[in-house]
Structure formats: structure tokens, C-alpha cells
């Protein structure tokens, strides 16, 4: 139901192979490429070396974590971020919605959102990817209402979302959204925040299993950055999020 992994934005000082090499020494199975520093689009060489380094320590690529915001970033850069997904061997793509929480939108500007939005995800189906809003403050999905309305208007099995908790929410908010969102669902970003105070998933086991819980179906929990920020830390974070899976 749950398979581990990793988010590679959280150690964008180490190199690849240093990731996949410690991915594979606290037995994680799973990565998402970050486009801003590890896996660029444009960089067929990069790519194709992670590609190697990927077959050499039997790690996946489930995901590429892109910075591409929709109505922001031009549209028909989307088609270089899809071949680099399918390069690095997923057909999943993290996307972002705009700059914005969804307050700040007059209904001019979610007309456009809405109307790129179906472009982006017929363009995704064309190609036979996914393409998954990011869950984050200060943008379009911020709030479990305006994702849901934008998942309405959209209406597409290419166009679904990623979760992760709101660090400054109560762990009720979050699972309201989990309860508003999750049939659109695929990966879930996991680590224990409050505000902007990074703290190990060891104090968050049980608010973890009851996140989990709510879910039905397979998902990734990807570990996202680390309480100390420390690539020596994610041995620890992996047993502790496993152990989290073990008890839902």
C-alpha cells in the first residue's frame, strides 16, 4: 500500500550518486529527481548519467520534481519537462499552480489558470503522463477547496495532485484536505514541521499512521528534507518512517 522514497531537493549540495548511495543504505526504494539542481530538463547529459547511476543501486524514479508553475512558467516549455520524466524513466511530473494563494486570484486570472490547466493536461495525455499539482502555501492549491475546484475544472485522470501537511495547520485541517483530495492523490511528500522548525518524524509517528490511514490504495511517501538537514540523517528518517508504515 505505502513504498518509500526520497526527494532529491533535499540534499541539493550532494551529488547523485552520493543520494542513490545512501538511499540504498537505509533501504529506500524510490527517488524524485529535483529539476532545479540534480536532473535539469535541458541537460541530456545529466540525464542520462542519472539514468546509469539509477541501474547501478537499483533505485526507481517515481517522479520528477519540477519547478514548472502554471501561469508563470510558459506553457510550451511543459513538452522539455515531459521527455526529461520519461528519460529518467517515470511518467509522473510535479507541477505547481501559479505564485499565489487562491484568495489573490481575481476570476480573470482563474479563468486563464483554469483554461492552461486543461491545456497542460491534454498535452499530458497526449504524452501519457501525470502531471501532479504540489500541495503548498502560496499557491493556487493551497487551500483543500480552491485544489478541489481546480480538480473539477480541470477533470482529468492527467491532472491530479500530491499531498503533504500544512506546517502551520492542525493536524483536523490537514486531514480535511487529505479528506477532500485524496481520490486525485498519488505521491505524499512526508516529514514533521512546525511552522518553519524542522523536527525528526520520530515525534510525529502517530500523526503520521492517522495521515496515512486516510488514504486507500498504493502511494509513495517521499522523505522530504531533513530535521537537521543532514544527508547522514536520512538512515534514521527512513527507519522511523517505516516504522510509521508498519503500524498503519
Known amino acids: 500500500m505505502f513504498?518509500?522514497?526520497?526527494?532529491?531537493v533535499s540534499f541539493r549540495g550532494e551529488s547523485p550518486e552520493r543520494i542513490?548511495?545512501?538511499?540504498?543504505?537505509?533501504?529506500?526504494?524510490?527517488?524524485?529527481?529535483?529539476?532545479d539542481v540534480h536532473a535539469p530538463c535541458e541537460d541530456a547529459e545529466r540525464l542520462q548519467e542519472i539514468?546509469?547511476?539509477?541501474?547501478?543501486?537499483g533505485i526507481t524514479c517515481c517522479s520528477y520534481?519540477?519547478?514548472?508553475?502554471l501561469c508563470v512558467t510558459p506553457i510550451e516549455e511543459l513538452p522539455k519537462y515531459i521527455h526529461a520524466a520519461k528519460t529518467l524513466g517515470t511518467n509522473i511530473l510535479r507541477l505547481w499552480v501559479g505564485d499565489?494563494?487562491?484568495?489573490?486570484?481575481?476570476?480573470?486570472?482563474?479563468?486563464?489558470?483554469?483554461?492552461?490547466?486543461?491545456?497542460?493536461?491534454?498535452?499530458?495525455?497526449?504524452?501519457?503522463?501525470?502531471?501532479?499539482?504540489?500541495?503548498h502555501r502560496n499557491t493556487f492549491t493551497e487551500t483543500k477547496e480552491a485544489s478541489l475546484e481546480l480538480m473539477n475544472?480541470?477533470?482529468?485522470?492527467a491532472f491530479i495532485m500530491y499531498w503533504q501537511p500544512h506546517s502551520t495547520n492542525t493536524q483536523d485541517e490537514n486531514i480535511a484536505y487529505i479528506r477532500s483530495l485524496r481520490?486525485?492523490?498519488?505521491?505524499?511528500?512526508?516529514?514533521?514541521?512546525?511552522?518553519?522548525?524542522?523536527?525528526?518524524?520520530?515525534?510525529?509517528?502517530?500523526?503520521?499512521?492517522?495521515?496515512?490511514?486516510?488514504?486507500?490504495?498504493?502511494h509513495k511517501v517521499l522523505l522530504e528534507f531533513m530535521p537537521d538537514g543532514r544527508i547522514e540523517s536520512l538512515r534514521h528518517e527512513a527507519e522511523i518512517l517505516k516504522e510509521i508504515i508498519a503500524g498503519v
Open 65 to 69: 520534481g519540477t519547478y514548472f508553475r
Open 183 to 218: 481520490d486525485y492523490t498519488t505521491h505524499i511528500h512526508s516529514y514533521y514541521w512546525n511552522g518553519k522548525d524542522k523536527y525528526t518524524l520520530a515525534g510525529g509517528i502517530e500523526e503520521w499512521r492517522t495521515y496515512l490511514r486516510e488514504f486507500s490504495g498504493d
Open 100 to 135: 499565489q494563494s487562491p484568495w489573490l486570484w481575481t476570476q480573470e486570472e482563474k479563468t486563464i489558470l483554469f483554461a492552461q490547466s486543461r491545456q497542460a493536461a491534454k498535452m499530458a495525455e497526449q504524452a501519457g503522463v501525470i502531471l501532479c499539482m504540489e500541495c
Open 20 to 35: 542513490l548511495q545512501e538511499m540504498v543504505d537505509s533501504g529506500l526504494q524510490y527517488i524524485e529527481w529535483g529539476s
Open 51 to 57: 539514468v546509469k547511476l539509477q541501474k547501478q543501486y
Open 3 to 8: 513504498e518509500t522514497g526520497l526527494v532529491s
Open 153 to 157: 475544472a480541470v477533470n482529468s485522470p
